[in-house]
C-alpha cells in the first residue's frame, strides 16, 4: 500500500511570496489532514476534510492560507503572502473514518523556509 | 480546551536501563490518548493507543485518569528506541488531535 505522498518535500521563499502545497492520500482514505509543525512545537491541525467538504478548520489563518479538495482525493494548501513565521513543515495525513477514532497516516512534509 | 504536556524536551538513557517519557493532558470529557514516534528520517507514526492496550516493540503506557497522566515506558531501552516521541490527544466525537511538543530521546550505547 503506498503511503500518504506530498510535494515538494522543501521550499525556499522570501516573504510576500506565494507558494503551494500538494498532498495525494492514501488510497481510499476519505478523511485528509493539514498539520503545521514549527521547530520545537508538535503538529498542530489546520484543516480536515471528510472527502470534499471541510470538517474543521478553526486554527486556519483564513486571511492567508487556503486549501482546497475538490474531488475529494488529492489536496492543496496554499499560503499566500507567505510571512516570517510560516516557516515550518507541513505534514499531510489521511484516515478512513470508520465511526471510531481511525489511525492517521502521515506523509514526509514540506519543510517550508521563509526568508 | 484540550492541552498536552511533555514536560521533558530530552531524554538520554543508557541501553538496557529503564524508559519513561512523560505525558499529561488536561481535557475536560473522556479522552483518547496516543504515542506517535518519528525515527529518523521516517514519518510520523502511531506507537500506540491506549484503547488498544497493547505492547508494542516493548513500549506500554497506561491511561492514569486521576493523575491525567499517559506516561510511555519501556523496561530495557535499545538503540533502535532513539527518536522523537510525541504523545496526542483525541476527543471522541471527531478525529481532532491535539500534539504535545514532543521528547526527543536518545539511547547511549
Known amino acids: 500500500e503506498a503511503g500518504v505522498a506530498q510535494s515538494p518535500r522543501y521550499k525556499i521563499i522570501e516573504k510576500r511570496q506565494s507558494v503551494a502545497f500538494w498532498c495525494n492520500p492514501i488510497?481510499?482514505?476519505?478523511?485528509l489532514y493539514w498539520y503545521q509543525q514549527i521547530l520545537g512545537q508538535g503538529p498542530k491541525l489546520l484543516i480536515q476534510?471528510?472527502?470534499?467538504?471541510?470538517?474543521?478548520d478553526s486554527q486556519l489563518p483564513k486571511d492567508r492560507f487556503s486549501a482546497e479538495r475538490l474531488k475529494g482525493v488529492d489536496s492543496t494548501l496554499k499560503i499566500q503572502p507567505a510571512k516570517l513565521e510560516d516557516s515550518a513543515v507541513y505534514l499531510c495525513?489521511?484516515?478512513?473514518?470508520?465511526?471510531?477514532?481511525?489511525?492517521?497516516?502521515f506523509g514526509p512534509g514540506t519543510r517550508l523556509t521563509v526568508l | 480546551a484540550q492541552r498536552v504536556t511533555q514536560p521533558e524536551k530530552l531524554l538520554s538513557v543508557f541501553k538496557g536501563a529503564p524508559v519513561e517519557l512523560k505525558c499529561n493532558y488536561s481535557?475536560?470529557?473522556?479522552?483518547?490518548l496516543f504515542w506517535y514516534v518519528q525515527y529518523s528520517r521516517q514519518r510520523l507514526q502511531l506507537l500506540l493507543r491506549?484503547?488498544s492496550r497493547e505492547s508494542i516493540k516493548g513500549f506500554t503506557a497506561d491511561l492514569n485518569k486521576g493523575e491525567t497522566s499517559f506516561h510511555l515506558k519501556k523496561p530495557f531501552a535499545q538503540e533502535e528506541d532513539s527518536a522523537m516521541y510525541y504523545c496526542?490527544?483525541?476527543?471522541?466525537?471527531?478525529?481532532?488531535?491535539?500534539f504535545g511538543t514532543g521528547t526527543r530521546l536518545t539511547i547511549i550505547p
Open positions: 488510497s481510499g482514505h476519505a478523511t
Open positions: 491506549h484503547i
Open positions: 481535557y475536560s470529557g473522556s479522552p483518547e
Open positions: 495525513a489521511s484516515s478512513k473514518p470508520s465511526g471510531l477514532f481511525d489511525t492517521q497516516y
Open positions: 496526542a490527544l483525541n476527543n471522541f466525537g471527531n478525529e481532532k488531535l491535539t
Open positions: 476534510f471528510q472527502n470534499n467538504g471541510v470538517v474543521d
